[in-house]
C-alpha cells in the first residue's frame, strides 16, 4: 500500500477494515495503522470516519441508482416487471456488498418517511427508497403516498431480510442468486396478487 497516495491507502484500509470487523468496530486509529499514515493525516482528508463511509458507498450507490433509474424508464417493462426487476437489483446490490451492508444501509440511518436529513449517507438511503416508492406507485395508481410507503416498507423488509440472511456467507454471489432471485420475483408476485384481491385488508385499510 506504500506506493499508493495517502488518500487512497486510507480508504482501501477503511474498507477492508469495515469489511472484516463491522464499521462501528473500527477507529480511525486503526485505520491510519493499516494504512501506514498517522491519524491526523486521515482528518485532512476526511473530517470523520462517517465521512470516509460516505466516500467508500459512493460509486456504489450512484452504479445502483443509474441501474434503477434505467429500469424505471423502460418502457420494455410493465409495471409489475419493473419492481421485480428493480427489487432483484437491490437483493444483487446488498450480495455484492454484503461485508459492508450494513455500514451502507443501516448504520445512523433516518426514518424512510423524513423529508430532510443533514448527513449525504441518509440522502442517499432516501433516494434509494423514492426508487422503490416509485416502483410500487407504478402498481398502484389509485394509492396515496401513505399506502405507498406502507408497501415500499412490506418489501424492503423482505429484500433487508435475505441479504441479511447471506451477509456472513462465503457463498459466491452467482450461487446464490440463482437460488433468491426467483424467490424474490414470485414474492413480489404474490404481494401485488394478495392486495389486488383483497384491498380492504386491514394493513391498507
Known sequence: MKEL???DRILLAAKDLFSRKGYEQVTVREI????????TSIYVYFNDKQRLLEELSKVPFENLMKEMDSLLTNDKFSPQKKLIRTSQTFVHFGLCYRNLYEAFLIFDASRVDTTTTQSELNKIRLNLFESLKSAVS??????DERKVIEFSRIIFYMLHG?????KDTDERVIQIERRVLPIVKQSIIYLIKGVVTN??????S
Not at 491510519?32 to 491519524?39: F, G, I, L, Q, Y
Not at 407504478?138 to 394509492?143: D, G, L, R, Y
Open 32 to 39: 491510519a495503522k493499516e494504512a501506514n499514515c498517522s491519524h
Open 162 to 166: 435475505i441479504i441479511m440472511t447471506y
Open 5 to 7: 497516495q495517502a488518500r
Open 199 to 204: 384491498e380492504s385488508t386491514e394493513s391498507f
Open 138 to 143: 407504478i402498481n398502484f395508481t389509485c394509492w
